[in-house]
């Protein structure tokens, strides 16, 4: 089908899935918008995180392109905590600790575009846990 | 940097760019979000069409993955005309002739997908447009 129409933050014939089968994680849901053609190995994704939910805190080899799609939250990229909102970009360079929480008021929905072909993530261990946590603004936010 | 804050349809650190410099088209711009990485060998574009404006009818061996971000407007693919909205997904495959026009009252912005290394694209010949031009609803709606 040549176009796949819009509806309430779903689409015709794109099934709306878990977010991912391990990691800790709440209220996030995935769907698929295009998959990795053979002259265009990229998946490109939907994720949403209803209000006060976040995703996965990781990391892993490949990047992340990332835009804001509704609603709005935070993330932390690295060492950066960051408010976003409505079509603002982020890109995820490879082995940045990630986490995106939605607003307690609003969801975040985004697009992610990624490689056909990537790494499992990673989850952070115990001694990675306490690294991050000597920032304490990194502390009070990541919810491992 | 990270992240890049959107505002009124234009981000950080992106630049407007002309659509192309060849091929006819009215009021379209380009700017480029995500430019091809080793990793993920592809390019993330939006793209504005002014009401009344339309890209260039085209075609080639390259696929375009499309989302609606702005406006509305009615896109030719192959040989199907469609009303287009806010977030709806167009999938452009090979050498199907294609182009996007705006409504008359409203802007059209779309993210569009495409390979980082890619073919040129082809106008239409005279006898391309008489072959599409046999159908009357795609005579009446191509600006070539």
Redo the contacts between chains.
């Keep these: ?6 509806n309430a ?1 779903g ?1 015709e014939n ?1 099934p709306v899935l878990s977010y991912k089968e391990g990691g800790p994680y709440k209220d996030v849901t995935r769907q698929i ?2 998959e990795g ?1 053979e ?2 190995p ?1 998946q ?1 994704r939907y994720f949403e995180v209803q209000p006060g939910g976040h995703s996965t805190l990781e990391r892993h ?3 992340h ?1 990332v ?3 509704r609603g709005r939250g935070a ?1 932390l ?2 060492d ?1 905590i ?1 408010d ?9 360079a ?1 082995l940045q600790w990630h986490q995106f929480r939605a607003a307690e008021d609003a969801p975040l929905g985004f ?1 992610c ?3 056909a072909e990537r790494d499992r993530p990673q989850l952070p261990s115990e001694d990675d846990l306490a690294g991050l946590r000597q920032d304490a603004k990194i502390a009070d936010f990541i919810r491992p």
Tied chains: 1, 2.
């Design positions: 089908m040549t176009v796949r129409r819009f933050f689409w794109v918008l295009f053609a002259s265009l990229v490109w080899e490949h990047i392109w835009l804001i799609l993330c990229v690295g950066e960051t976003i909102a409505e079509h603002d970009l982020i890109e995820i490879p697009l575009l990624v490689a």
